[in-house]
Every structure is written in structure tokens, then in C-alpha cells.
């Protein structure tokens, strides 16, 4: 069939909005319509030519919502109209990742997806007969995808496709890096290194865990307000604060009869490798756990003392804030109709496909927290 897409043709090119090919769904697969997708870094540092694994010709995207149209042979967990948001970390509860109970990567179709393809090793997508890749296993820069059925989620129709769309992505990587990662408890002390559209979805992922403290640090002065409005306690410019960041958050963290200081949680949420060890370095002495959720630029390393591991902090890393797709989204989902979580106010720009250019314009500029495209 003939569908409408944001082409990535060529590394450091804007995305061209083209009428290609799509095939219909083989054994296994879901044909798609998406109805709303965010656009979000990982799309730009591929597109940039900056991410080493990145294939072209391709179409990008990987945050999305939308409703099943046909489903292929074999297909038992979803059928046409069911409402779905497409997973870049799919869940097929049969691999030895996912029967291990402890990590959401699933490992069954990860080979083909990096090599940007289905899991029997083809495209569905092609323009004039040359195939075009997919992407983190969504593609959803296009208005109909095929995806494998264990990288669908199905959720609640009653929830709106432009807003859930972020729940494909953002959403859940800030609020289940709180959850399902650090498992921060009621009444805990918290930083979060960067107020975009995963901070803010950690700062309230801390709020709906119960934190006491939430201190958000980000260089930009109008992140403040941001933060507040999603339950940020303390805001911190480093700018204002200078070379001593560390002992300053140590000493603000600082409770009762605590002399030490440090925050049970801090959350790394701009992909700066200098912001990561600042992370680390002011979690408490003893139990403080540090998460890395930005994802640095090819070849980056981390360094720390070892002694700062030695006297008993944690350094761990979230993929998708640790959640198993199928089973977490759908709640998450839940929890946004409930009212429990917001997502409104994050969506700061809406645009349709013609304009997806414009969507990371916006990105670049900081204007945006997230921009997402209609169809
Ligand atoms: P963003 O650009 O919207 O936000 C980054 C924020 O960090 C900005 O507000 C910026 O002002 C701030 N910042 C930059 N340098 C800083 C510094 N030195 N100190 C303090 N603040 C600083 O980005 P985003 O959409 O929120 O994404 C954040 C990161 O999370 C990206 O690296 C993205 O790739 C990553 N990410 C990871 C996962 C995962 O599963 N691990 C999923 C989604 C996104
Ligand atoms: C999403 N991300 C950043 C912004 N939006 C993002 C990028 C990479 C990962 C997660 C989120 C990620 C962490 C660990 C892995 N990936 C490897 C998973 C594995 O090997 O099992 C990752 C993922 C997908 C792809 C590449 C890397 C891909 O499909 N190309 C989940
Ligand atoms: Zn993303």
C-alpha cells in the first residue's frame, strides 16, 4: 500500500515527506495506522549522522500511538481496532531476558531491529523498489507501520493518541526510571540533573512516589518554573552555584542529624558525561543510588574515584525507565487517565507531518519541551 512518511535519506539532511511503499504484515506482524508520534533526541542524533549505528535511507521515529488495521498469521494478542503504542524495547515473556524477571531487555528480535529490519530480516517499507530501513523497531515518522505483535502495547481507547503517543517513549523512561529502576520509597530526597522532557517526567515520577525533596539542577534559568509545575521542591543553577556544585548539593540534602548529606536518588537526565559523575558523586555515602538515563554522544566515557563506589553508592543505568512494554505501558496509560500523572502541559507544540522539519528546529532551540506530529 501507499503511505505518507518523513524520509530520512541521508545523514545531516532534513527529512523529506514522501509518498512510499508499505507491505502488509507477515507471520507475527501488526499493520498500524499511527495516529500521533513525538519526535525525541535519539531520532535527531541518528538523523545528525552523529549515532555510529545509524542506516539510511530510513524512517525515523519511535515514539507513537495509533490502532491496529490488520493483523498477520499466527497474531493472538491484538486485532484490527485495537488502540497501541509501538515498543523500541519490545517484551515476547518468552526470552531469556524477559523469564529472568530481572531486566526489561528483551533480546528476542534485538539483532534484526539494530540492523534496521523485521525479525525474518526484511523491510516492509521501499521507494521505487529500493528498501527503506525501519528504526528502533517503530518507524513511526510514517501514517501506517508494520511492527513485530510483541512490540505492540495495547492500551485503554479511550486515552488521546497525541497525548499517549510521549507515553511511547519520555513518559515512561522518567517516571519508570523512578519506579521500576531506583524504587525510590516514600519520604526520600532526590536530584535530577536536567529539566527536559525526562527530567520533568522523573521529577514526577518522584512526586508520585511520595519524595520529600525534589531538587532539580539545570543551567537554564526558565526550567525553573517547568519544574515547579510538576513538583520540584528546589531548583539549582549551576551557573550560580560555580566549580563547588557537589559539596553545594551535598550540604542542601543535608537532614536532621545527618552530617554527611547527599540524596538517596540522583537521576542523570542530560547525557553529559561531567553532569553523570556530578550526579553520583553528591548521592549519599553508604546507600546513595545513581541513575544514568541520558545517553552520551559515541565513544563518551564516565570516570569517578572508585573510593566514591567503595563507600557504598550505586551507579545503574535505565533502558525504556526499565519497563516491560506490554505489561507497564498499558498501566501507565491507566494512570495518566486517572489522572495520577500529567502529560498536557509537556506537549508544548503540535504539528502536522509537512512541518516534522520545524518539530526539530524546536528541539535544537530548547523552545520545545516536546513537539508532537499529528497525521
Ligand atoms: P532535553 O534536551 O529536553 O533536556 C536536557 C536538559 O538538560 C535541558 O533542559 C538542558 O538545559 C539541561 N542541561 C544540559 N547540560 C546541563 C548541565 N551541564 N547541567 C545541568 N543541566 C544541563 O533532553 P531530554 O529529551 O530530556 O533527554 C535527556 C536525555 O535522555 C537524552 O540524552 C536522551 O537521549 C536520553 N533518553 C534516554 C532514554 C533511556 O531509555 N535511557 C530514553 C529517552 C531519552
Ligand atoms: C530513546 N532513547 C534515547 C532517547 N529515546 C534510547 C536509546 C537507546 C536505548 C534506550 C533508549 C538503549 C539502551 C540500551 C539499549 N538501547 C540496547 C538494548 C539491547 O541491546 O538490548 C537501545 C535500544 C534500541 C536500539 C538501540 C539501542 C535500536 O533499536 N536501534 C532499546
Ligand atoms: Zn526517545
Partial sequence: MEIRAAVAVAAGKPLEIMTVNLDGPRAGEVLIEIKATGICHTDDFTLSGADPEGLFPAILGH??????????????????GDHVIPLYTPECRQCPSCLSRKTNLCTAIRATQGRGLMPDGTSRFSLRGEKLHHYMGCSTFANFTVLPEIAVAKVNPDAPFDKICYIGCGVT????????????????????????????????GLRLAGADMIIGVDLNPAKRGWGERFGMTHFVNPREVGAELVP?????TKRGADTIGGADYTFDCTGNVTVMRQALEASHRGWGKSIVIGVAGAGQEIATRPFQLVTGRSWMGTAFGGARGRTDVPKIVEWYLAGKIEIDPMITHVLPLDDINKGFALMHSGESIRSVVVY
Fill in 63 to 80: 515514539e507513537g500511538a495509533g490502532v491496529v488495521v490488520e493483523v498477520g498469521p499466527g497474531v493472538t494478542s491484538v486485532k484490527a
Fill in 173 to 204: 523512561t522518567g517516571v519508570g526510571a523512578v519506579l521500576n529502576t531506583a524504587k525510590v520509597e516514600v519520604g526520600a530526597t532526590a536530584i535530577v540533573f536536567g529539566l527536559g522532557g525526562i527530567g520533568l517526567n522523573v521529577i514526577q
Fill in 248 to 252: 553545594y548539593l551535598v550540604n542542601l
